[in-house]
Nanobody
């Protein structure tokens, strides 16, 4: 069992920044991926970014490339999503997720999920 605890959501103006955190606990292993997904109002949940813990490889959705950065803190077993140049279109509930193996973009491939945190970007 893996538990994921998220924090960092909130309300920001367009052009501003937020940093989301996701701390993992329980039984975790080096060969796993932590990722971020989001669900905008009225839309399906979509892939945002993923981080391969062991290799350090990252993957980003085209919509956030150059603006969002995923990183890790090994001591805290935590993954961060630094979100810069935020747009109103980034407004969504953001979810942290984890899976064993390489990064994937389908939500069904991630068995472990956080509770979600609301990010609202005002225009």
């Amino acid at each position: 069992q893996v538990q994921l605890v998220e924090s960092g959501g909130g309300l920001v103006q367009a052009g501003g920044s937020l940093r989301l955190s996701c701390a993992a606990s329980g039984r975790t292993y080096s060969d796993y991926t932590m990722g971020w997904f989001r669900q905008p109002p009225g839309k399906e949940r979509e892939f945002v970014a993923a981080f391969m813990w062991r290799s350090g490889n990252t993957n980003y959705a085209d919509s956030v490339k150059g603006r969002f950065t995923i990183s890790r803190d090994n001591a805290k077993n935590t993954v961060y999503l630094q979100m810069n140049s935020l747009k109103p279109e980034d407004t969504a509930v953001y979810y942290c997720a984890a899976r064993f193996g390489p990064a994937r973009m389908m939500t069904s491939m991630y068995p472990y999920w956080g509770q979600g945190t609301q990010v609202t970007v005002s225009s």
